[in-house]
């Protein structure tokens, strides 16, 4: 049994050297950012749907106590917070992994750097929710 273990833990040591190692962990790093991108949509979600329901509407509109109205709009700013934050990850994190790969191709990496200026820097939209981020931050 003891030999199987230290068979198992050289294998795996071998492996951790390999490409194949560091595309699993590209793609385990990848698959966690998505995942609390997808959490942090849903609380902005429910949190926003919760804010617009009828029920709260009436909790708010009757009820003339302001901290209600101000524990409702900070947590509608930091669940916008954090999936602004998680978009950012996703889309920085696979720019760069990208990047990383297409380097060596001197013409389809000018024309990733392109789309890049394009799709971000140049983008008011994108420029739109990068400013829109930052001041939720500050």
């Given at each position: 049994m003891r030999r199987e273990i230290f068979n198992f833990?050289?294998?795996?040591?071998k492996f951790k050297e390999?490409?194949?190692?560091?595309?699993?962990m590209l793609i385990k790093e990848n698959r966690l950012r998505i995942?609390?991108?997808?959490?942090?949509?849903?609380?902005?979600?429910?949190?926003?749907?919760?804010?617009?329901?009828?029920?709260?509407?009436?909790?708010?509109?009757?009820?003339?106590?302001?901290?209600?109205?101000?524990?409702t709009q900070i947590k509608i700013v930091?669940?916008?917070?954090?999936?602004?934050?998680s978009v950012f990850s996703?889309?920085?994190y696979s720019r760069r992994t990208l990047e990383t790969y297409i380097k060596k191709?001197?013409?389809?990496y000018e024309s990733f750097q392109h789309k890049v200026n394009l799709n971000f820097t140049l983008n008011p939209l994108h420029r739109f929710i990068q400013g829109l981020r930052n001041y939720t931050i500050h």
């Open positions: 833990i050289n294998k795996y040591e390999t490409s194949s190692y560091d595309f699993y995942s609390l991108l997808k959490e942090n949509f849903n609380e902005v979600y429910n949190i926003v749907q919760f804010h617009n329901s009828l029920e709260n509407n009436k909790t708010i509109c009757l009820n003339s106590n302001s901290k209600i109205r101000r524990k930091k669940s916008l917070i954090n999936y602004l934050s996703v889309v920085d191709d001197t013409l389809l």
